[in-house]
């Protein structure tokens, strides 16, 4: 059985930085590409980057240079580390997985950019 579980989500002020996690389970982690989603409210749920099995990265360009995916695949743990906050950064973010055309996600976890 699949799981996501998201955490690190908290109210932080313009410009500045936080991390998120991504802990998963039931999967041989090592194999499979890894993404974040965001869904601000009232917007449509958008990809925000990515991660493959072999550590190539790709980013929203609303996220490019300010944001970094990595993993540590002993951990099953993605994480996305966001700098330079923004008040449009707030949203909910989601851990993402495609199993066999499959979408998998966690609950999500909230960040919140306000002064």
């Known amino acids: 059985q699949v799981q996501l579980v998201e955490s690190g989500g908290d109210l932080v002020q313009p410009g500045g930085s936080l991390r998120l996690s991504c802990a998963a389970s039931?999967?041989?982690?090592?194999?499979?590409?890894m993404g974040w989603y965001r869904q601000a409210p009232e917007k449509e749920r958008e990809w925000v980057a990515a991660i493959t099995g072999g550590f190539t990265t790709n980013y929203a360009n609303s996220v490019k240079g300010r944001f970094t995916i990595s993993r540590d695949n002993a951990k099953k743990t993605v994480y996305l580390q966001m700098n330079s906050l923004k008040p449009e950064d707030t949203a909910v973010y989601y851990c993402?997985?495609?199993?066999?055309?499959?979408?998998?996600w966690g609950k999500g976890t909230l960040v919140t950019v306000s002064s």
């Open positions: 039931g999967i041989i982690f090592s194999r499979y590409h």
């Open positions: 993402n997985i495609v199993l066999n055309g499959v979408n998998y």
